[in-house]
């Protein structure tokens, strides 16, 4: 990799929405409220890439100056989160509220100047808890206000972030659950999580809100209206797009890439998700992955290109 490719991009790494990491490292039901946000795939910082695979260590690797990443354990308002605003629950409507809260929070711990002039990464990651909520209120969680609301909270960004690259993860289909429906821990933990994925009478209605909420995110980033300046551009991620649950060597589901809820990542799934978003990151926009490649080693940015690939330099 070239080492010039993560100081030019971010010098701060922050995270809008991801994942606060609930249960990653939990081996009971009572562990999957802590939330272990030193691991999360975009923003983990626990110890270095050698131990902890995120996408905070990929960069801390190559730039020795990242800053933002969150470690240890904690809520969002937590000394140590950080950057890492995510919120355990959120929905697509909290996210106009959670971009003021991490600009304010960035100028307050930088202060105006440092926090203009820096280069900031963030990850933008939202729509399944909508998508575990859409049988109940379909007009609430439509694709169309699923797609205002992130492009209030990405408007946000746009005009008080300077200097800023988002990464915006596109949702994965919440239904592809149903496939880890065993045993009465899943099944009871899936019901109470994400129902309308997971009930037999509600589970098409939901992979097709799924399709609808990538389809209007899709058209809403392709559209350019976050490409008006040099210093701002937003960056469709899909690596989820097309997502299956992974397998282990008997074709069975591999319930090691999930907590004992079997809804959230494990901290195996987080290292995972770190290696797909890092190397669609690497890939050109209109070329990059839509599913998970659990073989996948960490790209290197093409020989004499050195950037995360945007809508401008790919």
């Not at 490292?25 to 695979?53: P, Q």
């Not at 309308?196 to 589970?203: D, G, L």
């Not at 079997?262 to 926009?285: D, I, P, Q, R």
Request: glycine share 6%.
């Amino acid at each position: 990799m070239a080492s010039n490719m993560c100081a030019k991009v971010a010098s701060f790494l922050i995270s809008m929405v991801s994942m606060a990491a609930n249960g990653a490292k939990a081996v009971t039901i009572i562990g999957l409220l802590i939330e272990y946000r030193g691991v999360s795939w975009s923003i983990g910082g626990d110890s270095d890439l050698t131990k902890v695979v995120t996408l905070a260590n990929i960069i801390k690797k190559y730039n020795r100056n990242l800053n933002g990443f969150s470690t240890g354990t904690g809520n969002q308002n937590a000394t140590n989160a950080l950057f890492n605003v995510a919120k355990p629950g959120a929905v697509s409507a909290d996210m106009p509220g959670q971009a003021n809260m991490l600009v304010n929070r960035m100028i307050e711990k930088l202060g105006p100047s440092r926090f203009n002039s820096e280069w900031k990464l963030v990850t933008f990651f939202i729509g399944g808890n909508d998508l575990c909520s859409y049988c109940e209120d379909t007009s609430r969680y439509s694709a169309a206000t699923y797609t205002n609301n992130v492009k209030t909270a990405l408007d946000i960004l746009h005009s008080r972030m300077p200097r800023t690259l988002v990464n915006f993860v596109t949702v994965l289909n919440v239904a592809e659950l149903e496939d880890l429906h065993e045993g009465a821990v899943c099944q009871n933990m899936q019901l109470f999580l994400c129902d309308c994925a997971i009930k037999k009478e509600t589970r098409e209605m939901v992979r097709l809100a799924n399709l609808a909420y990538q389809k209007a995110t899709n058209e809403l980033i392709d559209s350019g209206i976050y490409d008006t300046r040099d210093d701002f551009t937003v960056v469709r991620q899909p690596f989820m797009e097309h997502m299956k649950v992974p397998t282990a060597s008997n074709g069975k589901p591999d319930f090691s890439y999930f907590a004992p809820d079997c809804f959230h990542f494990s901290s195996k799934g987080h290292e995972a998700a770190a290696v797909e978003l890092w190397n669609n990151m690497m890939e050109k926009v209109g070329y990059k992955t839509t599913r998970w490649d659990l073989a996948a080693t960490l790209k290197c940015p093409s020989t004499g290109n050195g950037y995360i690939y945007t809508s401008k330099n790919s």
